[in-house]
């Protein structure tokens, strides 16, 4: 062949391949394409914007690189938005949002004051996000948060979700009606499931294979009721783009399984001792396969299994029943083929909690086996604790799996200020270019409860369509101009403040109020140290009532307003404590008596404070629960889940009782000053007949009185009663001079 020929040849092959390439990629967009639920995206805009719905266009623009896209530019007087999806165009929508309306949508207050003129953007704005996967929720997160939510407050979150980038979502709504129908297949009556199922409070450790039957039986209205509230949140997660991820069996059986097949392999589990053994199904058994094909079946005819993406978590805080190397590797061989016998191109979406949580157990070798098993693409996990104990820097990056770093940041859905704002800008733009970072596919939020905090996390999710750190104190100035629609010095102020005080590290802390009455600066479940000088707290309260009469209006500013003065007031209630403790100690009963008065009226003028805001009413967490109920006999089930988990969190005795306390009004006034005012009266009555006060006899005594709450049925407020800002005024002018006061002696004692 001559040279010329050969150049030919080469040539035509040459447009052969990029015609094929090309034909390869256009088809790819054609598809890519079909998908776009154009529909789904403007009516999320019509849902958060409908004054404004006409002056949005929207178009699908294609992934770049498999990585998802948004645009935003203006023609003709309209805001073009373009994404790959429904959550790029949503992402789009709140980048407009943010950055040219400056507004803001949270949990804890929204604004959404359209400025005059309609803000258009300038040039074109083109994003691309560095994650394959933005992974949100936790499995505690359906009990500290959403145990009671209806659909209404579904679809909010989910157009939430989209707004901030999320196409990751755990969706574990639901499955108790799939089980149910599995193991009455098998044989089971309703007083083996009666045995199993807990009340909805506590399906997280029901799934997790922490505990059974605990505060149940659940009726059968609820497993029909939220069968179809899952529907519709897949269908509408879907049509926006999401993937969420499906539960699937991880070997926790009921009971009876013994009784139903004695010659079942069935081990026991135990969860710290903190209530009756729960049982796990051999990974040597058929049943166990059996079993998940059968859920995974089931499933399939009830929600459809299009995303591929399931969650089943085993052993959670829990040790393994035996812990040779062979049951470990089985036990993880035996959930990924529980999965993908039924679905063949499952992928097992792992939480890593058990590596940090058993740590000690977990070495790096065993989890290396536990993973081995399971096929390299069809595994992700979740770097739960990544935030401040990640596992992925112990285990060589999961060893070749696919893996997420999450942020936890918050336990038992408890709601003080804090937060390493920071860490938080620069950590999780620095793992993208980590050069050990592995097969890192993503970011996640994962706190075991939300609606708290929303400064933590709107800073979190500005990692998803960036990979560059945040240069926090400009953040702020922008995320406050956004948050209450305008610029002003006093919040300003206030937020440097509070990113040097409550935001200036990880760790939460808790208020000695909701303690169980010591005269100890901590008791079970309530540690008070406080990781910043609480004194230096205060100028940001007296600078948000500095803003007060320009911005007392904005949503936002009050329920800052009003957090952060909580949260000072919070703070101060160890020291009115301690004085209490002292006087005691000095046998100053005098004294003990007008200490313990101010003590108690600190958490009376708490609890008002709290009442002028909807987001620290117990009454709604109360009501809503209620809600559920289709008669009397249900709403009572229901209310008394509702007041355990928060308070006791699982019985009269339970070791995790304050675990998941809430600061909220009516709680306050309800129950804790109720128990503080016994503790008083305890004191002061032993007191007076000569005997030592005996802290243990107290403690066994106030469980009585704690477990008659959890029983009963007293209403609380749903509304919010008051003005945030004339009440955060009062409570200021109050408490501020005394506040200092109590804190310049302390340190001048130090």
Not at 93 to 109: E, M, P, T, V
Not at 283 to 301: A, T
Not at 334 to 363: C, E, I, L, S, T
Request: proline content about 5%; charged content about 25%.
């Amino acid at each position: 062949m001559t040279k010329k020929k050969w150049m030919l040849c080469k040539l035509i092959a040459m447009i052969i391949f990029f015609t094929a390439i090309s034909s390869h990629l256009a088809q790819a967009r054609q598809v890519d394409e079909t998908k776009f639920n154009k529909q789904s995206c403007l009516d999320l805009i019509k849902r958060i914007l409908p004054k404004y719905a006409d002056r949005f266009e929207v178009e699908y623009v294609p992934q770049k690189n498999n990585k998802d896209v948004f645009e935003l530019e203006s023609r003709n007087g309209k805001v073009v938005l373009r994404g790959n999806n429904g959550v790029s165009v949503a992402s789009a929508f709140n980048h407009w949002l943010k950055n040219y309306a400056r507004c803001d949508i949270s949990w804890n207050g929204t604004n959404l004051d359209i400025p005059s003129p309609f803000p258009m953007p300038q040039g074109k704005i083109h994003k691309v996000t560095p994650h394959d996967y933005r992974h949100y929720f936790n499995y505690c997160t359906f009990n500290y948060t959403s145990s009671w939510w209806d659909w209404e407050r579904w679809e909010w979150e989910i157009d939430f979700m989209a707004l901030n980038g999320i196409n990751m979502p755990l969706a574990m709504t639901g499955q108790n009606a799939l089980w149910d129908r599995v193991y009455r297949s098998m044989g089971f009556d309703d007083a083996d499931m009666d045995a199993f199922f807990t009340g909805p409070a506590y399906f997280m450790w029901f799934w997790a294979g922490n505990i059974d039957g605990l505060n149940g039986p659940l009726p059968k209205s609820w497993m029909k009721s939220h069968e179809e509230l899952q529907k519709k949140i897949l269908a509408r997660e879907r049509e926006l783009g999401m993937k969420p991820i499906l539960p699937a069996f991880s070997g926790h059986v009921p009971p009876t399984f013994k009784k139903r097949f004695p010659n079942a392999q069935v081990d026991t589990l135990n969860w710290e001792g903190r209530f009756a053994d729960t049982y796990v199904l051999s990974p040597d058994d058929p049943l166990f396969q059996e079993i998940g094909d059968k859920f995974m079946q089931e499933q399939d005819k009830a929600f459809g299994n299009t995303d591929h993406l399931y969650g089943a978590d085993t052993f959670n805080e829990m040790f393994l029943p035996h812990e040779d190397t062979a049951y470990v590797r089985k036990i993880g061989r035996a959930v990924y083929n529980g999965m993908a016998k039924v679905d063949p191109q499952a992928v097992w979406v792992m939480q890593g909690w058990m590596f940090w949580d058993k740590r000690d157990f977990w070495k790096p070798e065993r989890v290396k086996n536990y993973l081995s098993d399971v096929p390299d693409d069809n595994l992700i996990i979740l770097d739960l604790f990544g935030e401040e104990q990640p596992i992925w820097n112990k285990t060589d990056a999961f060893y070749g799996k696919k893996w997420i770093w999450c942020m936890l940041h918050n336990f038992g859905g408890k709601n003080p200020l804090f937060g390493d704002l920071d860490y938080i800008g620069r950590e999780p733009a620095e793992m993208v270019h980590d050069p050990n970072r592995g097969r890192l596919s993503g970011i996640g939020l994962v706190p075991e409860g939300i609606e708290q905090n929303p400064v933590v996390y709107s800073l979190m999710l500005n990692h998803v369509w960036d990979d560059q750190p945040v240069n926090v104190k400009e953040w702020l100035i922008d995320y406050a101009h956004s948050r209450y629609g305008k610029r002003n010095q006093f919040t300003e102020e206030a937020w440097r403040t509070l990113h040097q005080t409550a935001y200036a590290q990880e760790g939460s802390h808790e208020t000695i109020i909701v303690a169980r009455p010591t005269f100890e600066k901590d008791n079970d479940w309530a540690y008070t140290k406080t990781p910043y000088a609480p004194e230096k707290l205060i100028p940001a309260w007296e600078s948000f009532l500095n803003a007060a009469d320009e911005l007392g209006k904005n949503d936002c500013f009050q329920f800052d307003l009003v957090t952060v003065g909580r949260q000072v007031l919070a703070d101060f209630a160890l020291v009115e404590q301690q004085k209490m403790a002292k006087a005691f100690k000095d046998g100053d009963m005098e004294g003990f008596k007008r200490s313990s008065s101010d003590f108690l009226r600190l958490i009376e003028d708490m609890d008002k404070l709290m009442a002028t805001r909807r987001d620290f009413l117990l009454g709604r967490w109360l009501n809503d629960a209620k809600k559920w109920g289709t008669n009397q006999s249900e709403k009572r089930l229901y209310e008394k889940n509702a007041r355990d988990l928060i308070t006791l969190w699982g019985g009269k005795d339970a070791s995790l009782h304050e675990y998941a306390n809430k600061q909220w009004s009516g709680l306050f006034n309800g129950f804790y000053k109720k128990r503080w005012e016994m503790f008083v009266r305890e004191v002061e009555s032993t007191t007076r007949a000569g005997k030592k006060f005996d802290q243990q006899a107290f403690n066994e005594k106030v469980k009585d009185w704690e477990w008659n709450w959890v029983n009963s049925t007293e209403s609380y407020p749903d509304k919010p009663k008051g003005n945030p800002i004339a009440v955060s005024k009062a409570m200021f002018k109050k408490y501020a001079d005394k506040m200092k006061k109590a804190y310049s002696v302390a340190l001048a004692d130090r």
